[in-house]
């Protein structure tokens, strides 16, 4: 009886602190609802920022988030290289763009030209590609080291730019 009444105070208290972890920590991307103020904190920290258009509805989008881009954002591969936000291209849900202009999650990958999910765009913090989007899922086996090597593209290219 000690034991479940110990179990059930220790299970409580991680379901408690679960809206303090991180948001890669929890499984899931951190909504893009402004990207004028990630785009700020990308142009301070000298990072690309990763857009990932997704579908609520979409497995593939489900399994890359969970197999590749949530743990390498947990992990810390992401960490200090890239500010990751999704896009859900079927939302209504808002969202300020790098310019500021108010819109909506479907809107932006309408403009962005987003036909297949999940899409991974790497950009400047003036919203400006880096590298080529990278459509769909791929290969799985090497989905992570497509990932790795956009970031690594978006980086050097921000560097150069700023030669």
Do not use: N
Not at 23 to 45: P, S
Not at 121 to 126: F, G, I, K, N, P
Request: hydrophobic share 45%; with cysteine.
């Amino acid at each position: 009886m000690l034991l479940a009444k110990s179990l059930k105070r220790a299970l409580t208290a991680a379901i408690l602190a679960l809206p303090a972890l991180p948001a890669g920590a929890q499984g899931h991307l951190a909504w893009a609802d402004d990207l004028a103020a990630t785009a700020r904190e990308a142009d301070a920290r000298r990072v690309p920022v990763m857009i990932v258009f997704t579908e609520a509805s979409c497995p593939y989008c489900a399994r890359a988030k969970r197999d590749h881009l949530v743990p390498l954002q947990s992990r810390g591969a992401f960490a200090g290289k890239v500010i990751v936000r999704e896009v859900d291209v079927a939302s209504r849900r808002r969202l300020r763009d790098f310019d500021g202009r108010a819109t909506t999650h479907r809107e932006y990958a309408r403009r962005h030209r987003v036909g297949k999910v999940p899409t991974v765009m790497v950009m400047s913090a003036r919203g400006e590609p880096l590298s080529a989007p990278i459509i769909g899922l791929l290969i799985p086996d090497f989905y992570q080291l497509y990932l790795e090597q956009a970031v690594e593209e978006g980086l050097f290219k921000l560097r150069a730019a700023s030669r």
